[in-house]
């Protein structure tokens, strides 16, 4: 069937138009107000870990597990449904047979911006305004988008369970607003946490680092990685030598999405009217066409 220009025009048109429409209004539809990407609600407290202060005690690990109610066999090596905070040990000696071990602390990292929240389908995990992400474990569905979506590799699954679900350090002494100190905080020996407003604990981090130019890298890891963290981190050896990433970028993962993200309601809109153009064009009906009589030859 021969495509007329009039028609070729008409669908292109229609195509054009709805596109422009949906290019306007249709990412708007998922905005609220003129905010345009989901931001944290603002910074509030955090906590400063000094690694070059940290012992290696495990004091912190034991007082997350007593303040969660959650059981321990002594042996835990690493974070999980029932391990929310660990001390991780790392051989920083470039020599084998010279081993230099170096203790830190790692938890949920309590993004000021965090991707967990922002895949979360039923709202599981909330940014406060304390600075604390939280979790409610009754509306988590086990769906597991916040472990592919977190770069720290915080949120553990907990496949013990009959009704398995995910699990990670919720700081709820952090959460509402309130003022207690996190139980990890309360139970190291040395001070080598230190918890806070996290504008307070920056300055601190800054003021320790520019007194001790030697001791400390000129680095506070959690400052600026992916937008922000509220866990704080010094350091007395280069921070991927403790195994933390390095290669984060400063700015929030959940904004990085959504710029492809909002494009899609344009091009969804784009696709379905090329499609409805070719299923309109394939489904009409030809115009009637007059047929001419047959023309009697006389015969002699």
């Known amino acids: 069937m021969n495509l007329s220009r009039r028609d070729f025009l008409k669908i292109c048109g229609a195509g054009a138009v709805t596109l422009g429409v949906g290019a306007k209004f249709a990412p708007d539809a998922l905005t609220t107000g003129s905010r345009k990407v989901p931001v944290a609600p603002f910074r509030g407290n955090g906590v400063l870990i000094d690694a070059s202060a940290c012992v290696g005690c495990k004091s912190c690990q034991r007082a997350c597990k007593i303040a969660n109610n959650l059981p321990s066999d002594g042996r835990e090596t690493s974070l999980s449904a029932t391990t929310l905070t660990i001390v991780d040990f790392k051989n920083i000696s470039p020599k084998i047979d010279q081993p230099e071990i170096k203790p830190v602390k790692k938890q949920c990292m309590h993004c000021d911006n965090p991707a967990c929240v922002s895949v979360c389908p039923v709202g599981a995990l909330v940014k406060t305004e304390s600075g604390a992400v939280t979790y409610d474990a009754d509306k988590c569905m086990g769906c597991r988008y916040c472990m592919m979506a977190c ?110 993200q909002e494009k899609i309601p344009a091009v969804l809109v784009a696709v379905a009217s090329l499609l409805s153009g070719i299923a309109w064009w394939t489904h009409r009906k030809p115009a009637n066409k007059l047929v001419e009589a047959p023309v009697e030859v006389p015969t002699e």
């Open 151 to 260: 770069p720290f590799g915080v949120p553990k699954y907990d496949w013990n369970s009959p009704n398995p679900k995910i699990n990670k350090c919720a700081q709820s002494c952090m959460a509402n607003g309130k003022s207690a100190t996190p139980a990890c905080v309360q139970a190291c020996p040395v001070k080598a946490l230190a918890y806070g407003s996290r504008e307070e604990l920056l300055a601190t981090a800054h003021a320790r680092i520019a007194q001790n130019p030697t001791k400390y890298v000129n680095h506070v890891y959690g400052e600026h990685e992916i937008g922000g963290t509220s866990m704080l981190y010094l350091s007395s050896v280069p921070f991927e030598q403790l195994g933390f990433r390095t290669d984060l970028p400063s700015e929030p993962l959940p904004n990085l999405t959504w710029a492809a």
